[in-house]
């Protein structure tokens, strides 16, 4: 039996040049969560900057989403082997949230921290730039539960556990720490075209 999704597209040559090695091409957006799914009512949610910055930042919902924001089409490569192109976020980009704050110059990486206790480290200079955004909408609807919603991390560029579901704040900090997945054997960066899968990748 063939699992669905498991086939891909066929492999055209411009198919060739965007799929990271190691990589099958999806249609649709599977669902990866390490616990269950935490379900964060608007009101309650909020967003922080702090760690290794002159003074920490915070939004509400209704904050946030006054913040200007952008559509980001990208690709996204899953450690687990799967890529799916042209999936279309409305977002906030990092550099428009790190306006509000003055990172220490030792503030060189961050950790993301999110509802339900995931976490995931990323340096800052893979961030800035237009390279990450906190998105709050896919394909033009509300980011839902089970994909992250209300807002999750997304860095394009890295492998998607990277992409913190249910963000609600950056922490930065002068060592590279481990977050989560990489306590457990994940590479501490997680680049797919280098396939940094695990650590020693």
């Not at 965007?18 to 935490?38: C, E, I, K, M, W």
């Not at 006054?66 to 192109?85: G, H, N, R």
């Not at 060592?175 to 797919?192: A, K, R």
């Amino acid at each position: 039996m063939i699992s669905r999704g498991f086939m891909g597209r066929r492999r055209t040559p411009d198919v060739e040049k965007r799929l990271p090695p190691g990589q099958y091409l999806v249609t649709d957006f599977p669902v990866l969560s390490a616990g269950p799914t935490p379900r964060t009512s608007l009101d309650k949610w909020s967003f922080t900057i702090e760690g290794l910055v002159r003074a920490p930042a915070r939004w509400t919902w209704e904050q946030f989403r006054a913040l200007p924001s952008q559509k980001f089409t990208v690709d996204i490569s899953c450690v687990t082997k799967w890529t799916k192109f042209d999936m279309t976020w409305g977002a906030v980009s990092v550099d428009t949230l790190l306006e509000a704050v003055d990172v220490d110059p030792k503030g060189r990486y961050a950790m993301a921290f999110c509802d339900g206790g995931y976490t995931t480290n990323i340096a800052l200079d893979e961030m800035v730039n237009g390279q990450a955004f906190v998105a709050y909408e896919f394909d033009g609807q509300p980011l839902a539960p089970e994909h992250g919603g209300p807002a999750r991390l997304v860095v394009p560029h890295l492998y998607f556990w990277k992409s913190a579901k249910w963000i609600r704040g950056l922490r930065f900090m002068d060592e590279n720490q481990p977050g989560f997945w990489e306590s457990l054997g994940y590479n501490i960066h997680g680049d797919p075209w280098k396939e940094e899968r695990y650590s020693g990748d």
